[in-house]
T-cell receptor, first 109, second 116 residues
Framework: AQRVTQPEKLLSVFKGAPVELKCNYS??????LFWYVQYSRQRLQLLLR??SRESIKGFTADLNKGETSFHLKKPFAQEEDSAMYYC???????????FGGGTRLMVKP | GAVVSQHPSRVICKSGTSVKIECRSL??????MFWYRQFPKQSLMLMAT?????????EQGVEKDKFLINHASLTLSTLTVTSAHPEDSSFYIC????????????FGEGSRLTVL
C-alpha cells in the first residue's frame, strides 16, 4: 500500500528564514512524487514534481530513496509562500494519487 | 494544463435531500476524473475514481449508494449525495488527470456542502 506522511501540521517561520517541509513515503516500487500547494481561497495546484528536478518559486525537492523522503525546501521564505502544502505520491502508471496530511506554512513578516 | 470547473461552489440543503455536484473539464476530454473529500484542516481523501462510460471505482469505506457518481461524457462527471445528513457536510473536490504526465492532477475549485 502506498502512504505519505507529513509529520508537521503547522510550520511557522519568519520572512527570509529557510524552510523545509518534510515528507516521507511508503511504496514498494518506484514512485512518482509531487508537491501540491493550496493558497488561501484558491484551488489546489501542482507546485513541482520530482521527475522534473526543477525549482518553482524558489522551492526545490529532492527524492531520497534511501530515506524514502521528498522534503520541500526553500532557502528564504516569503510571506506569499504562506499556504497549505501537500506531498503526494503516484504509481508510475499514475492510476492513483495519494496525499499526505498537509502542512500549513505560515511566513511571518 | 487542464481547466476544471465545479458547480455549485456552495450548497446548503436540508437533511434527507439529495444534492448533485458537477465537475467539468473545460478544455480537454477526460476519461478519468477523481472525487475527493476534504474535512476542515485535514487532507484530501479520495472517494472514488470516475470512469467515462463505466461504473465508478469507490475507495474502501465509501458508500456507493450514498455517493452516486456518473461520468456520462468525456467532459462531465457528477457526484450526487443522496439522502444527505449533517455528517455529509464537507468540501468535495474533483480533479482531472492531466494529459501529459502521470500523477499530475488539475483540480476544481471545490464545492462546499452544508447539510442542516
Amino acid at each position: 500500500a502506498q502512504r505519505v506522511t507529513q509529520p508537521e501540521k503547522l510550520l511557522s517561520v519568519f520572512k527570509g528564514a529557510p524552510v523545509e517541509l518534510k515528507c516521507n513515503y511508503s511504496y514498494s516500487g518506484s514512485p512518482e512524487l509531487f508537491w501540491y500547494v493550496q493558497y488561501s481561497r484558491q484551488r489546489l495546484q501542482l507546485l513541482l514534481r520530482h521527475i522534473s528536478r526543477e525549482s518553482i518559486k524558489g522551492f526545490t525537492a529532492d527524492l531520497n530513496k534511501g530515506e524514502t523522503s521528498f522534503h520541500l525546501k526553500k532557502p528564504f521564505a516569503q510571506e506569499e509562500d504562506s499556504a497549505m502544502y501537500y506531498c503526494a505520491l503516484s504509481s508510475p502508471a499514475g492510476n492513483m494519487l495519494t496525499f499526505g496530511g498537509g502542512t500549513r506554512l505560515m511566513v511571518k513578516p | 494544463g487542464a481547466v476544471v470547473s465545479q458547480h455549485p461552489s456552495r450548497v446548503i440543503c436540508k437533511s434527507g435531500t439529495s444534492v448533485k455536484i458537477e465537475c467539468r473539464s473545460l478544455d480537454f476530454q477526460a476519461t478519468t476524473m477523481f472525487w475527493y473529500r476534504q474535512f476542515p484542516k485535514q487532507s484530501l481523501m479520495l472517494m472514488a475514481t470516475s470512469n467515462e462510460g463505466s461504473k465508478a471505482t469507490y475507495e474502501q469505506g465509501v458508500e456507493k449508494d450514498k455517493f452516486l457518481i456518473n461520468h456520462a461524457s468525456l467532459t462531465l462527471s457528477t457526484l450526487t449525495v443522496t439522502s444527505a445528513h449533517p455528517e455529509d457536510s464537507s468540501f468535495y473536490i474533483c480533479s482531472v488527470r492531466g494529459p501529459n504526465l502521470p500523477g499530475e492532477l488539475f483540480f476544481g475549485e471545490g464545492s462546499r456542502l452544508t447539510v442542516l
